[in-house]
């Protein structure tokens, strides 16, 4: 509509000329008024963004995700986040949506943060209109679930690990909560094919051919993502949903890291940053990532004067620091520019690995076997390869960047606008005795029921992205009789057990251990959020390929049934969201028995009982109804057992200071792009202070002459942080910082700063700091 103009009023005569300007005005405000009220219906949505640090233990604690004892935290990669959206009504209802750089969500962790937002909130943000979800990294710090069996190899609840994440999730929910801002939300959806394969095809095949036609590929290509646009400020963020598994990093691996997702998250913020300008509302490049220090000028001296300048800053020297000089990351001291966040939220992924060249033997170089994933019979020689063979960090890099680009893509793309109300619904089922109608092969309609928690022998024989060890094997419904020995010293299944299972052979009844208190999970949170078009599927687990697609398919058809949805619907799986159960396969996937079926713990009818109950929830939301449910998860946190121990003291050489360098970069040194420069120092271990939203390790930029300004820190992709002890139970310990040159990093003179915390026998934590001699790049 054309905005009214003044100067299309006339006064006719002059006998009343007042009566008519009067007359003119007020018809000018009430054409303007009209004309403002589409903007205001246009913007229904309140939209808020937040992201905080929840990198945990950079030393001793075992990893989460491949169960190997042997994989233990010895420095950060990058950073992990909690990232957030709020998106509410005005005058109606809210939602939020968490996505964790961790390797699945956990019902304690959700427990505790529920009990927080209740305290600051009341009752505005509860279990049925929050949502936490993980990436699936495998490089994140354990501990911090309750149940048994996902806790072994941490030796114990680590408490440390749980806390930073229930802290992390807090201040992410706070801040998203105080930038709620009139905005409005675009969906946008398309193909990324190079990012994922199968890691179980012989299972996939095992879905009916009829079914199995309906796809032209064996994973889901598809990633959709919605854009954040703020009314004023445009732009602020975006999150994706896309399968692939957080496994391009091995199990060898020891650095904290967010994996390929938490890399494309890291990519997508720095690109942001610099192309994403507060009221720029329009489409951006997707060229030159930023970096800090791009923003400062290049010098104009040449390079011998910057090899005569680096030359006059040696060593520091370790010195002791109070712990407000800790530098705080780079990106959290930017307040001055609006945050935004982007997250790469995970989705049906259970069958598929970012190893994409695909699984080979490691000692003949042929390609595994394919029903079993063994080489000679056995299952440790068989890996996945990533696009980075043999480099893991490349894999991890490519990966990340593939799923990256593919979100600029859809970004910049972006316009179908989302519409229509906030809504939920949430409940809780009991896994373990759940009755299920399922169709039978004449037609008719049977009941059966889902069985207590059990993982079969092929889930000690791991995957190809981290095979297990001795001889169990992938495609095993026989089971060994040596490990049935062993299994039933710990607890026999029953013959009832056995036949609900069937064909699992079961390896652990966990279901039904208690002692110390419960190994597996039996009562499960499903939930469904809403937000217009788009509807979340939010699964404690993690679901295959052709199950994803057929829970997505049966809650689909309710809604568009309902007649309150079109097709133009978009439903997205949220996978490792609220508490964790392994995996859900479908009933003839589960046949087969590879590491997906066999660690799918309910049972044969698992996916059939989860198509039920969402096919419920989705009816209830559309016909407006609530769910009861009496049944609640229990709180364990009183009951865990911390078997980890502390840190005793840190100590260092006679003569030398926390901070002191042990191996400095060479004098004089010039590096060119491309090339790592490394210094170690003599350190303590970095649990005694997690530096939470700051930093262990800094690259300082030289400003002027005596001017150091931070350029990268341990938040970013090209510096890694390595922690080392000369011996497994030394209180001496070493920090390795290594510095991957970008190509985009000025020429100019640097250093390496490192921060720590040392704890005496006697006496509270100490702060200290050193640098290394300041060198050239060109």
Request: net charge neutral; aromatic share 10%; glycine share 8%.
């Amino acid at each position: 509509m054309e905005t009214p103009s003044f100067s299309r009023c006339q006064l006719h005569g002059s006998a009343s000329p007042t009566i008519s300007w009067r007359l003119c005005l007020f018809l000018l405000l009430v054409l303007q008024s009209c004309c403002s009220r589409p903007a205001l219906s246009a913007s229904p949505y309140l939209v808020g963004m937040g992201s905080y640090d929840i990198t945990g233990p950079a030393a001793d604690v075992n990893m989460m995700g491949y169960a190997s004892s042997d994989q233990i935290a010895a420095g950060i990669h990058f950073r992990l986040k909690a990232r957030a959206f709020i998106v509410a009504e005005p005058d109606g209802k809210r939602a939020v949506f968490v996505n964790l750089d961790a390797c699945m969500a956990s019902q304690l962790v959700t427990i505790k943060v529920l009990e927080r937002l209740k305290a600051r909130y009341g009752d505005l943000y509860n279990e049925n209109n929050v949502a936490i979800s993980g990436i699936h990294t495998h490089a994140g710090p354990g501990g911090y679930l309750q149940y048994v069996v996902y806790i072994v190899t941490s030796l114990g609840f680590v408490r440390q690990s749980f806390d930073v994440i229930v802290d992390g999730i807090e201040q992410t929910i706070v801040e998203a909560h105080n930038n709620l801002r009139p905005g409005k939300i675009y969906v946008n959806k398309g193909d990324l094919l190079d990012a994922g394969v199968n890691r179980s095809p012989s299972a996939y095949l095992n879905n009916p051919a009829e079914e199995r036609s309906k796809y032209q590929y064996n994973v889901d290509k598809e990633m959709t993502l919605i854009k954040f646009v703020d009314n004023e400020l445009g732009p602020i963020g975006s999150f994706n949903w896309f399968a692939t598994h957080g496994t391009s990093m091995s199990r060898t691996n020891s650095l904290i890291s967010g994996d390929n997702k938490g890399a494309a998250a890291r990519f997508m913020e720095d690109w942001a940053e610099k192309n994403v300008n507060p009221n720029q509302a329009a489409h951006v490049s997707s060229e030159n990532l930023r970096r800090v220090s791009a923003l400062i000028s290049e010098p104009n001296e040449t390079s011998d004067d910057l090899i005569r300048l680096a030359s006059s800053y040696k060593a520091s020297g370790g010195r002791e620091i109070p712990s407000s000089s800790i530098t705080r990351r780079i990106r959290s001291a930017q307040e001055n520019k609006p945050k935004f966040v982007s997250a790469f939220c995970q989705s049906n992924c259970g069958d598929v690995s970012p190893n994409v060249l695909g699984a080979f033997c490691i000692d003949t170089g042929l390609p595994c076997d394919f029903n079993h994933s063994t080489c000679n019979g056995k299952n440790e020689l068989c890996y996945g390869r990533g696009p980075g063979y043999p480099d893991e960090f490349e894999s991890t890099r490519i990966i990340g960047n593939r799923q990256f680009l593919k979100a600029i893509d859809l970004f910049n793309s972006a316009s179908e606008e989302i519409q229509g109300k906030v809504d939920y619904r949430h409940t809780y089922l009991d896994f373990s005795q759940l009755k299920v109608s399922v169709p039978t092969s004449t037609g008719g309609q049977q009941v059966v029921q889902t069985c207590p928690a059990a993982m079969g022998f092929a889930f000690a024989a791991g995957t190809t992205d981290g095979p297990g060890a001795f001889d169990f094997k992938q495609g095993d419904n026989k089971g060994n009789p040596f490990w049935k020995l062993v299994r039933n010293v710990i607890r026999a299944p029953g013959a009832e057990q056995v036949k609900c299972q069937a064909p699992k052979p079961i390896l652990l009844d966990t279901g039904e251990m208690k002692v110390p208190y419960d190994w597996a999970p039996a009562i499960l949170p499903i939930q469904i959020i809403r937000i217009g078009q788009l509807v979340i599927l939010c699964v404690p687990g993690e679901f295959t390929t052709m199950a994803g697609r057929r829970l997505r398919d049966a809650v689909k058809n309710v809604l568009t049934n309902s007649g309150q949805f079109d097709n133009n619907i978009h439903v997205v799986l949220a996978g490792l969201t609220n508490t964790y159960s392994q995996y859900i396969t479908t009933f003839e996937e589960y046949q087969m028995q590879r590491y997906e079926g066999a660690s799918t713990l309910y049972g044969p009818h698992t996916l059939s009982a989860y198509i039920q109950e969402f096919q419920r929830l989705a009816t209830a939301m559309v016909s407006n109804k609530d769910v009861p449910t009496n049944l609640q998860p229990p709180d364990l946190l009183n009951r865990q057992i911390e078997l980890l121990p502390g840190v005793i003291v840190d100590k260092a050489p006679p003569g030398v200071t926390f901070g002191d360098v042990s191996s400095d970069v060479p004098a004089n040194s010039t590096f060119r792009k491309g090339s790592i420069v490394n210094a170690t120092f003599y350190s303590a271990c970095p649990r005694n202070d997690l530096l939470t939203d700051g930093t262990f390790a800094l690259v300082e930029k030289l400003d002027g002459t005596d001017n150091w300004v931070p350029a990268y820190d341990d938040d970013d992709w090209s510096l890694r942080f390595v922690w080392s002890r000369p011996a497994k139970l030394s209180p001496r310990s070493f920090a390795t910082l290594e510095w991957t040159v970008p190509e985009d990093a000025p020429s100019s003179v640097y250093r390496l700063r490192h921060f720590g915390a040392s704890k005496p026998l006697i006496g509270s934590i100490k702060y200290f700091t050193g640098t290394s001699s300041a060198f050239v790049v060109r």
